[in-house]
């Protein structure tokens, strides 16, 4: 008991309370007309760079609030430093790519004619269940259904799709057709459960000729409705 009334005011001083909302006023303030001077829209999708830009700002602008020995300007000084910073290397990245590339990655290919794209297969930052969610998530049924998926720099997915009458067989993304089922079972088509690859039948231990992986689920070849 005598613990918890320590975390919780060990040490406040009483009058130092009002200044507080006198502080975080002032900071809350500030930090709006700081993000407006940003010139960023909304948040929705943040590049890396600026979640990197937002972190700074919230830092500085959160210990004022609060810590007394910490004058407002500080943080002033602090959040007009970084936004110049943002706007400057803003402006270097819209001259040169590859800054642009450096600072905010690259668009990638990730379903190239029906199949994933094994290009990126070995880097680190490739994780496929969030492939899965992100197309999921664009109301696609299974990879036959999509031309080209990208997955842009803030983390969306852009898709082209094929026409309804061109749609193939594909591996279905959503968990209820998504699961491994043998050779002998009664399935039309098979589609590698890793990288997509269609066969119309496999045998005992069948390796996909693509990614080499022995696992098979069901093909779907639904249209898009
Ligand atoms: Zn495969």
Known sequence: MLEIKKI???GAQWDFLLEIVGRSIIMFVMILVILRLSGKKGVRQLT?????????????????MFQEELPVI??????????????????????????????????M?????????????????????????ELRNQSVEHLGQVRVAVLEVDGTMSILFYADSDVKYGLPLFPDHYMQVLPHENVDTFACMYCGQIEPTIIENQTCKRCKRKE??????????
């Not at 004619?113 to 969610?133: P, R």
């Open 74 to 107: 500080y943080a002033l000084v602090v959040l007009f430093s970084v936004i110049v910073i943002y706007k400057f290397v803003t402006w270097l990245s819209s001259k040169s790519t590859l800054i642009n590339k450096v600072l905010e990655g690259e668009a």
């Open 48 to 64: 890396l760079f600026e979640v990197a830009i937002i972190l700074s700002l919230g830092s500085a602008a959160g210990d004022p």
């Open 8 to 10: 919780l005011f060990g």
């Open 109 to 133: 290919v990730v379903v190239r004619d029906g199949m994933f794209d094994l290009k990126h297969e070995h880097d680190g930052d490739f994780s496929k269940m969030e492939f899965f969610s």
């Open 216 to 225: 098979w689920s069901l093909a779907l070849k639904t249209k898009r409705v």
